[in-house]
């Protein structure tokens, strides 16, 4: 779009015509949301405050803080942060698989003899 109004010297109605492109998508501005900046901080320090723990819980308690919120709201920024992931409760399951693991292979095959 640029490149036609910079090189070209065509007014951005006629090229937003030209790429069959709205004008409102053109000069739309991304907002910044502080309110979610603030949501995803305290997400992280109750994390921290409480690893192990998963979306449900930190909705209920970020509502105890008084915060009007809703669990799909933080469920969304939870997975988008990547704070599911490496829990404790999912590194004790992996901890005891490695030991699964680990003890089926002491197990040595059984030596046959020959019987001839």
Do not use: F
């Not at 937003?16 to 910044?32: G, N, W």
């Not at 003890?103 to 019987?115: A, G, H, Q, W």
Request: hydrophobic fraction near 30%.
């Amino acid at each position: 779009m640029e490149h036609l109004l910079a090189e070209w010297r065509y007014t951005e109605r006629h090229a937003c015509r030209l790429v069959k492109q709205p004008r409102a998508t053109q000069r739309y501005e991304a907002r910044i949301d502080y309110e979610e900046r603030r949501i995803r901080k305290r997400l992280h320090e109750l994390a921290k405050k409480h690893p192990g723990s998963g979306y449900r819980r930190m909705t209920r308690l970020l509502r105890r803080e008084g915060m009007k919120i809703n669990k799909k709201r933080v469920q969304r920024l939870w997975r988008e942060e990547g704070l599911g992931k490496n829990t404790s409760s999912s590194l004790y399951l992996s901890s005891r698989w490695t030991r699964l693991q680990r003890r089926d292979r002491k197990v040595k095959p059984m030596k046959y003899t020959s019987l001839l």
